[in-house]
């Protein structure tokens, strides 16, 4: 089970940081994946780290700016969101994946078999 957490309203240019921590399975057993998903529109891919967190991938319109990290013994991931814009506004969500080849695969949503409930994230202009 995964819950995210750490989302709230920010100014634009300002920073949040969002925690998914884990419970029920051996967290460092899969990658994290960080999606969103803002009114109207498609769930989109935003991070993924993997399972000993050696490998990040970011999407092109976050790299940057955000950062994902985690702490196996607290079984628990961290997206820091820096330098904030409007259209980052959305819905996030994190992600578990046991798939094998998910360093090829990791911006595919159906490869994630857990998924959080998300977390507001709106950021004023």
Known sequence: ????????????????????????????????????????????????????????????SVKGRFTTSRDNVKNTAFLQMNSLKPEDTAVYYCAASTYYAISYYYADRYKYDYWGQGTQVTVSS
Do not use: N
């Not at 819950?3 to 899969?30: E, H, K, N, P, W």
């Not at 990658?31 to 780290?49: D, L, M």
């Open 1 to 60: 089970q995964l819950q995210a957490s750490g989302g709230g309203l920010v100014q634009a240019g300002g920073s949040l940081r969002l925690s998914c921590a884990a419970s029920g399975r051996t967290f460092s057993t899969y990658a994290v994946g960080w999606f969103r998903q803002a009114p109207g529109k498609e769930r989109e891919f935003v991070a993924t780290i993997s399972r000993s967190g050696g490998s990040t991938y970011y999407a092109d």
